[in-house]
């Protein structure tokens, strides 16, 4: 997407975690420039929207079901305007976009997804966490709990967790008991590094640093139930800051590629 003015359709803009700062510079245009704009309002600050120009039309959508919400972008596309639809983080991860999008195409509406700043990786900076340590783990697991919303056939907890890679889960902080037992019936020991975070970047953010056996203990002390990201794996272990163990091959000296030869030893 260029620079100029935006075009009649609809821009499915990931708003980032929660700072204002932490949305990207195209999805701050837009937000600045679109004649129609939804945000969600339970998760979306204010403040990202109160960019938005003087003679757009702003609505609030925690209280609107899909078929109102896409009424409204149909409208606004088919009257010649453009429309931003905001969500908080990336709206490819469980941002429920697809059903906007299929109902959206039904109705001949052109959109664009853009990207932004998901809550794991905001998570994972306030806790100053690499999520895939070398030698450790080199595979990251986003997920979540099955509560009303089941999990498809092969996506257990329980198997996920057979992987012992860091994990980190959405839309779970009322059921870390869950959490809990699951990754302790595939094998995790009870030390296992956790680390939550409720509201990352957000002024009231809130951090724990925990294990396992004490997770839901310390969830509990900390009342957080809602609006966290849990990361679950020994790449969440402080002691990693002092131990300088797992080092990567990209900076070795030894290590060659095409911007760099490697170190040869003197005979």
């Given at each position: ?15 980032g ?8 510079v ?12 939804l ?42 305007h ?23 195409r ?24 690499e ?8 595979t ?5 709990v ?13 198997e ?6 860091t994990?980190?889960?959405y839309?779970?902080a009322?059921?870390?008991?869950t ?89």
């Amino acid at each position: 997407m260029n620079s100029g003015e935006l075009t009649a359709k609809v821009y499915i803009v990931g708003a980032g975690p929660g700072a204002p700062d932490l949305i990207t510079v195209r999805g701050q245009r837009i937000l600045q420039q679109a004649d129609v704009l939804l945000y969600t309002d339970s998760l979306v600050p204010s403040e990202l929207v109160a960019c938005a120009k003087p003679t757009a039309t702003v609505y609030k959508t925690a209280g609107m079901a899909l078929d109102e919400m896409v009424g409204i972008m149909v409208e606004g596309v088919q009257s010649g305007h453009s429309v931003a639809r905001v969500h908080t983080g990336d709206p490819s991860i469980f941002g429920a976009i697809l059903e906007q999008m299929v109902l959206l195409r039904k109705a001949g509406v052109a959109y664009e997804v853009v990207p932004g700043v998901s809550s794991v990786f905001a998570a994972a900076a306030a806790v100053g966490a690499e999520l895939t340590v070398p030698d450790l783990t080199q595979t990251v697991i986003l997920t979540r709990v099955g509560g009303r919303t089941p999990m498809p056939d092969g996506e257990s907890l329980r198997e996920l967790a057979t992987h012992r890679c860091t994990m980190a889960f959405y839309l779970s902080a009322t059921l870390a008991k869950t959490v809990v037992q699951e990754l302790t019936a595939a094998g995790w020991p009870p030390e296992t590094p956790v680390a939550v975070v409720q509201k990352a970047t957000w002024p009231e953010q809130k951090i724990i640093r925990t294990n396992l056996s004490r997770l839901v203990r310390a969830m509990g002390d900390a009342h957080i139930s809602n609006h966290a990201i849990l990361l679950v794996g020994f790449a969440l272990d402080e002691a990693l800051l002092e131990q300088d163990q797992h080092r990567s091959k990209l900076y070795d000296e030894t290590f060659t590629h095409r911007y760099r030869k490697g170190v040869i030893g003197n005979d």
